[in-house]
Every structure is written in structure tokens, then in C-alpha cells.
């Protein structure tokens, strides 16, 4: 069970990435967009953290640190101001 819970928390990562790698990303709203990166990197971060107490072994460890980057790069690029612009979310 805890295999499959895992493919969830590796399809929201694959998920995200077809979002910013197919240019999807930057075409919608900015708050929506803060919001999906948020979802899937806060419930991939859950389901690794989950799965690690199941099943200690390393593609816990690997979805935890892929949903970690998900989130630095969602605050940095939607909630950090740069150069006196306001931050992304709010324009």
C-alpha cells in the first residue's frame, strides 16, 4: 500500500514539472498558479514524509527533497519581490 500511495506523490511531482516544463504555468493566473505549486508540493512532501515511516528506503527520501525544491522555487517565484518589482502573486 505504501508503493501505491507513493506513485501519487511522484505523478503530482511528474504533474508539476509538465506544467512549468510545457510552458503551462506561466500562461495562467498567478494566484492559481501559486496555488496548484503549493497543493502538489505541500501533499507530495505529506505522501514522501508518509511513506518513509512506512518504508525506509531512498524514493521516500527522493520524493521529500523533489517536493522541498517544489516549494523553495514556488515561494521564490510567486511570494519574493525582486528589484523593487511587488512579488508575482500580487501583480
Known sequence: MAYNFLKVGVG???LFFILF???????????LGAIICLFVGLLSLFIG??????QKS???IVVIIISVLILIFTIFAYFL????????ILQ
Open 21 to 31: 516544463f510545457g510552458a503551462i504555468l506561466p500562461k495562467i493566473n498567478n494566484v
Open 49 to 54: 514524509i508518509r511513506s518513509f515511516k512506512q
Open 58 to 60: 531512498i524514493l521516500p
Open 12 to 14: 503530482l511531482q511528474v
Open 81 to 88: 519581490g525582486e528589484a523593487g518589482y511587488p512579488p508575482l
